[in-house]
């Protein structure tokens, strides 16, 4: 029997599992209380509400025997007439979840201690590993200790050697150094005739104005001349500036070789220390990586280029000493050579300058008789377009007055057909003779520029003629003699 208007009674349904309950721990772990587990179907399906757990009235297997209906309806009854009841019925937890709780209590206790288990073995096997991998770390740290001073002391005999080679070059190219000053006064004169023969081929105008061969060989004397003069002063200054760069470097390989001495020092000690080494202690960040620190390859190389900076500097001192003997011999011969190449040089400039001379003069009488032809083809197409104006004016009135035909009479017939087509056509004639005009004018005017331009490059070709002739070969007749050159006199 259910009161009107009460809620609907549920049946509790026992869980098909045996009467047995395991033991469970008297830790205080185990009294946790953990959310009932639901399975995916569960979570999806049936979400926690009243009757997730429990069943509706209407839902009874019609099976039940008749004293277990008399029980159900005892049940029944008092969950009705007491509401509380039936509020904490639908609270409680199913048998299901108290012996999933238990489950999850045990599956914990075995991943804990299993966890702690491989925990203990992981940690004694580190320390193990820690063990040797720092006495590895320390015997191989003391090794690389021994290579590293093994590489300091060859470097230490390469930069001794290197420091006794650069002594005796210092001194052999001083010696030389004081012959070179002493023949340097003899080379003044020669210079200034190749100079101003240049000066003078500067007033050269327009198009002849150009690099040729004499202003090449003009230039080459002067630094063939300076070789004497040039050379001399500049392999000594280049004898002073290599003086100090061999002391420089010599500076840097004494240096480094002190360096070197102190790394060894310190380095052979840090090989020799060892754990139960006294002066040992903790410095706290010396680990830290310092990006103004050197690398090994960084460091072998500094040696390397101090080294190969002193060969370098040594050999460009004894090339510099041989240059300087070959010099003093070989001034003179070079200086006459190219003299006599510049005077040939000269003498074919001047012929092919005057032979440029003569073929401007006959292209620009040729000029002038193609700038009188081409006036009276001018004169003749504007005649012709003259011509053209009549027989368009003709054409032009034919047609509008024929559009004074009447009604049906103005018809597109073959005489309209053929008046349009000569009105095109003389037009086209017109345009045509036009453009030739244009033509032809423009070809005019290029012949008058031709003609200005052949005029102005013959008054700069008598000019050319006059610098190179009379003023740089009157120059050029009298040279320095051998001993005044080698600087004997």
């Known amino acids: ?69 008399d029980n159900l309806e005892l049940v029944r009854a008092k969950t009705m007439f007491y509401p509380s009841n039936r509020a904490a019925m639908s609270t409680r937890y199913m ?21 702690a288990e491989r925990l203990r073995r992981d940690t004694l096997r580190l320390i193990q590993d820690r063990d040797q991998i720092t006495r590895w770390t320390q015997e191989s740290t003391s090794k690389n200790l021994g290579e590293r001073l093994n590489d300091i002391t060859f470097w230490r005999s390469e930069l001794h050697h290197e420091i006794d080679n650069m002594v005796s070059e210092i001194a052999a190219l001083t010696e030389v150094k004081r012959r ?3 023949a340097l006064a003899e080379t003044e004169g020669p210079l200034q005739t190749s100079q101003e023969c240049l000066f003078h081929r500067e007033k050269r ?31 000594l200054d280049k004898a002073i500036a ?20 102190t790394a060894q020092r310190i ?11 006294d002066g040992i202690s903790y410095y706290r960040g010396i680990d830290r990586l310092d990006p103004s620190l050197s690398l090994p390859d960084s460091w072998s190389k500094f040696t390397d280029d101090n080294i190969l900076l002193s060969q370098s500097e040594r050999s460009t001192s004894h090339k510099l000493r041989d240059e300087i003997e070959v010099l003093l011999n070989t ?12 005077n040939v040089s000269f003498t074919n400039r001047i012929s092919e300058m005057a032979e440029a001379k003569n073929s401007l003069q006959t292209h620009l009488a040729k000029t002038l008789q193609e700038i009188f032809q081409t006036e009276m083809l001018i004169e003749t197409l504007k005649k012709a377009i003259r011509d053209k104006e009549n027989p368009l004016k003709v054409a032009q009135t034919r047609l509008e007055e024929r559009t004074r035909r009447p009604n049906v009479e103005l018809c597109r017939d073959n005489p309209h057909h053929r008046l349009v087509g000569e009105v095109r056509e003389i037009e086209d004639s017109i345009y045509k003779l036009r453009e030739r005009l244009a033509e ?6 290029n012949l008058v520029k031709t003609k200005v331009t052949l005029e102005h490059d013959i008054s700069v070709k008598a000019n050319s003629l006059f610098l190179d002739q009379e003023k740089c070969m009157s120059m050029r007749r009298s040279f320095p003699s051998t001993p005044r050159l080698v600087g004997y006199t």
């Open 242 to 261: 290599q003086l100090a760069s061999n002391r420089a470097a010599q500076h840097e390989l004494e240096r480094d070789l002190n360096d070197k001495v």
């Open 267 to 277: 380095d052979d000690r840090c090989h020799q220390m060892r754990n139960t080494s």
């Open 1 to 69: 029997m259910e009161l009107i208007g009460s809620t609907q009674t549920a049946t509790y349904t026992r869980p098909k599992t045996s009467n047995f309950l395991p033991a469970i721990s008297t830790t205080a772990s185990s009294y946790r209380n953990f959310p009932p587990a639901l399975t995916a179907n569960q979570n999806a399906n049936m979400p926690w509400r009243t009757n997730t757990y429990f069943r509706s009235g209407s839902a009874i297997p019609s099976i039940l025997s008749s004293s277990q209906r």
């Open 180 to 182: 070179l000053e002493r």
């Open 331 to 342: 001034t003179a011969n070079e200086m006459w050579n190219q003299f006599n190449s510049a």
């Open 95 to 115: 048998p299901d979840d108290w012996f999933k709780s238990n489950y999850n209590n045990y599956r914990e206790s075995e991943s804990s201690r299993n966890s």
């Open 440 to 445: 032809a004018e423009n070809t005019l005017q």
């Open 205 to 235: 105008m327009s198009i002849d104005l150009v690099h040729d061969g004499v202003e090449k060989d003009l230039i080459k004397e002067v630094e063939v001349i300076k070789s004497c003069q040039e050379r001399m002063r500049r392999s």
